[in-house]
């Protein structure tokens, strides 16, 4: 009893893991965890001969949830059996000659074909049902529509999100908290889209590893037009327009020398992959050994046997971050891995660091989860004394620990918490305001998080951490003085872009402007502003008056104000010559080419005495546009209006004088 005791708890917590990580987007176990549990209920089950119905080791996947269509898949698809052992890829080869691919980690569709055109696509779901994502396949960067084939074909692949295209969406989020979390979630939720639009902004890609039925070859048993070994196979796909999965053929001799080859290229390989998968590269032989209840024989997955070092946790780092979340970080001795040095690896949520049973001091393993990620395999001392903060480490107010789908992680409640005023800070260094160099929000909620900020004037004297920032991991000597040069620089600003940093509800670059001229370049008198005195500049209105005034008679904005004022000093305005576009309202839409952004085109205008306004109206002069003859509203407008449609080029001509 006790032995099937042990298999229900073990089913019980691989099947959490499980709808956790394919379901809920989240983790509360490492893959190294789940993998030692799985491989001992394997082990359970063969020793008692006894399988549970809903063991994982007999599911191939679980049931989908989304509101797409599902439709029955005309033969199950089959997890493959794995191994870690190189040696066991060599035994289990034999003397056949096989095919070594990568196993890539992403989302597997079904695609069938029907005269030349795509007709078909469905995930691969619980195995038995997918979803159906014809319409998001067809967005798919790489997949051909239409093949020169123009029977039945049925082809299976991998959909994936390259690292290079998951890096920049994901540099494009400016909050650091919205970015997505892996390449293999973000595709999942990409494929699996109601509205195509946005699978087709994700950039998936799709590589085919296995054509799995047509007509020809059951009709006439011998699938001469594809070919009787999969290498075949994979050069008739090439031919019809797909990209295939990377392989090579290989046997027992050479195996093991393929097998090092794909290791040493998986740091720098772009397309997610968890392993490798090798198949007999004969298909009838591999079709004639048959399958079990989850497992088909004709191939068999190489997880990464990963490195393990043995270290000491020095402690554990709680990350705030700008929803609350209070992420923790193991911190511990030195160790090299897959030839690099690591110190850190997160532990995710509350959840896990407890199932560790983490103390300071303990004895743990560390691991680089496919060769990439570090992460915590094993506490060999189990002390389980480490204590769950109760105040934020940003910003010492109280935390609390939230159930969020079974899972457990720390919060901390104060609404002011400076991690929770990320916006704040980047938009105070950000360009326009007060320009400081480094201080990206990554960068800026790490010193939040080590207390180094709290609020923005500490931000002029991060030279009092010097030794704690050139020692923080992607630091060093350089990027420390980089920032402190940005910070000092700064220290010189002008009194709109000052203005313009404090964030006030309503008020741009622009506004301050408006302002700061109005009063001539006097704060004092800004600061002392009435509402009716704000309300009749023009293009500031009642709205804008009351939020400006009402932010500098706020005592705690005011205070804040005057802490700032003790770090810096105003320039003076640079003042172009040239004004030649004074007077003139302008109306910018689409992407610029000689600008760096629409920011800097907008500066370029109102250095040269012009104003830039929202939406086109009568008062617009002229409107810029590069696709000057396109169908947008903004250009239905303007000519309606008869105002000008401009592109850069002719901007520029206006702006020198050469235009008219």
């Given at each position: 009893m006790e032995k099937q005791n042990r298999m229900k708890e073990l089913v019980g917590r691989l099947n959490e893991a499980a709808e956790a990580y394919y379901q809920k987007d989240t983790e509360i176990m490492s893959n190294l965890e789940y993998d030692r549990l799985y491989d001992e209920l394997a082990a359970l089950e063969k020793e008692t001969g006894i399988v549970l119905a809903n063991s994982p080791t007999v599911h191939v996947g679980y049931e989908v949830l989304s509101e797409l269509e599902k439709q029955a898949h005309p033969s199950p698809m089959l997890s493959l059996d794995k191994t870690k052992e190189t040696a066991a890829l060599v035994s289990w080869l034999g003397d056949h000659e096989g095919v070594l691919s990568w196993k890539l980690d992403g989302l597997t569709v079904v695609l069938t074909y029907e005269g030349g055109e795509l007709k078909n696509a469905v995930t691969r779901g619980n195995g038995e049902i997918g979803e159906v994502i014809t319409n998001n396949a067809r967005t798919f960067v790489n997949l051909p529509k239409v093949i020169p084939y123009q029977g039945h074909l049925v082809i299976r692949g991998e959909a994936v999100i390259k690292y290079s295209d998951f890096n920049r969406m994901n540099e494009e989020i400016a909050e650091a908290e919205e970015r997505y979390k892996n390449p293999r979630n973000l595709c999942s939720g990409s494929v699996r889209q109601l509205n195509n639009e946005i699978t087709a902004k994700?950039?998936?890609?799709?590589?085919?590893?296995?054509?799995?039925?047509?007509?020809?070859?059951?009709?006439?048993?011998?699938?001469?037009?594809?070919?009787?070994?999969?290498?075949?196979?994979?050069?008739?796909?090439?031919?019809?327009?797909?990209?295939?999965?990377?392989?090579?053929?290989?046997?027992?001799?050479?195996?093991?020398?393929?097998?090092?080859?794909?290791?040493?290229?998986?740091?720098?390989?772009?397309?997610?992959?968890?392993?490798?998968?090798?198949?007999?590269?004969?298909?009838?032989?591999?079709?004639?050994?048959?399958?079990?209840?989850?497992?088909?024989?004709?191939?068999?997955?190489?997880?990464?046997?990963?490195?393990?070092?043995?270290?000491?946790?020095?402690?554990?780092?709680?990350?705030?971050?700008?929803?609350?979340?209070?992420?923790?970080?193991?911190?511990?001795?030195?160790?090299?891995?897959?030839?690099?040095?690591?110190?850190?690896?997160?532990?995710?949520?509350?959840?896990?660091?407890?199932?560790?049973?983490?103390?300071?001091?303990?004895?743990?393993?560390?691991?680089?989860?496919?060769?990439?990620?570090?992460?915590?395999?094993?506490?060999?001392?189990?002390?389980?004394?480490?204590?769950?903060?109760?105040?934020?480490?940003?910003?010492?107010?109280?935390?609390?620990?939230?159930?969020?789908?079974?899972?457990?992680?720390?919060?901390?409640?104060?609404?002011?918490?400076?991690?929770?005023?990320?916006?704040?800070?980047?938009?105070?260094?950000?360009?326009?305001?007060?320009?400081?160099?480094?201080?990206?929000?990554?960068?800026?909620?790490?010193?939040?998080?080590?207390?180094?900020?709290?609020?923005?004037?500490?931000?002029?004297?991060?030279?009092?951490?010097?030794?704690?920032?050139?020692?923080?991991?992607?630091?060093?000597?350089?990027?420390?003085?980089?920032?402190?040069?940005?910070?000092?620089?700064?220290?010189?600003?002008?009194?709109?872009?000052?203005?313009?940093?404090?964030?006030?509800?309503?008020?741009?670059?622009?506004?301050?402007?408006?302002?700061?001229?109005?009063?001539?370049?006097?704060?004092?008198?800004?600061?002392?502003?009435?509402?009716?005195?704000?309300?009749?500049?023009?293009?500031?209105?009642?709205?804008?008056?009351?939020?400006?005034?009402?932010?500098?008679?706020?005592?705690?904005?005011?205070?804040?104000?005057?802490?700032?004022?003790?770090e810096i000093t105003f320039a003076e305005e640079e003042q172009a010559e040239n004004r030649t576009l004074a007077g003139k309202v302008f109306v910018i839409t689409g992407s610029v080419e000689h600008f760096a952004n629409r920011n800097e085109l907008k500066e370029h205008i109102e250095k040269l005495g012009g104003k830039v306004t929202g939406s086109v109206s009568k008062n617009t002069d002229y409107l810029i546009n590069n696709d000057v003859h396109s169908g947008s509203s903004k250009n239905k407008k303007a000519a309606e209006l008869g105002i000008p449609i401009l592109s850069e080029e002719d901007y520029i001509r206006l702006a020198e004088g050469e235009l008219s």
């Open positions: 994700r950039h998936v890609h799709f590589y085919a590893f296995a054509l799995v039925a047509d007509a020809d070859e059951k009709n006439g048993g011998t699938g001469s037009v594809f070919g009787s070994r999969m290498t075949e196979r994979f050069a008739w796909l090439k031919e019809q327009g797909f990209d295939v999965v990377e392989h090579f053929p290989v046997t027992g001799e050479n195996l093991e020398e393929r097998v090092m080859d794909f290791a040493g290229r998986i740091a720098d390989h772009d397309i997610p992959s968890d392993g490798l998968v090798l198949s007999f590269n004969d298909i009838a032989y591999g079709k004639s050994l048959g399958r079990t209840a989850k497992f088909p024989r004709d191939s068999i997955a190489f997880k990464w046997a990963d490195e393990q070092a043995e270290t000491t946790l020095l402690d554990v780092e709680w990350s705030p971050s700008r929803t609350g979340l209070i992420n923790p970080v193991a911190i511990f001795a030195p160790v090299e891995l897959e030839g690099t040095t690591v110190t850190r690896a997160s532990l995710h949520n509350v959840s896990i660091l407890r199932a560790l049973g983490l103390g300071i001091g303990d004895r743990i393993t560390v691991y680089k989860a496919n060769m990439i990620i570090p992460q915590v395999a094993e506490n060999l001392t189990r002390s389980g004394n480490l204590e769950i903060p109760k105040t934020c480490p940003a910003c010492g107010g109280e935390t609390t620990l939230q159930n969020i789908n079974d899972v457990q992680s720390l919060y901390c409640l104060n609404p002011e918490c400076s991690a929770k005023q990320i916006k704040g800070f980047s938009h105070f260094v950000s360009r326009n305001a007060m320009n400081m160099d480094g201080l990206s929000d990554a960068t800026l909620e790490k010193f939040i998080a080590h207390g180094f900020i709290r609020r923005l004037p500490d931000i002029f004297h991060l030279d009092r951490y010097r030794q704690e920032i050139v020692t923080l991991e992607g630091f060093g000597e350089k990027s420390y003085e980089n920032i402190i040069q940005s910070v000092d620089t700064a220290r010189q600003v002008t009194l709109p872009k000052f203005i313009y940093s404090l964030g006030i509800g309503g008020i741009g670059l622009a506004n301050a402007k408006v302002i700061a001229a109005h009063f001539r370049q006097d704060f004092e008198k800004i600061m002392e502003a009435s509402i009716e005195e704000l309300d009749a500049i023009e293009g500031i209105g009642d709205v804008l008056a009351a939020s400006f005034y009402d932010y500098f008679h706020h005592p705690d904005k005011r205070r804040l104000v005057e802490e700032l004022l003790k």
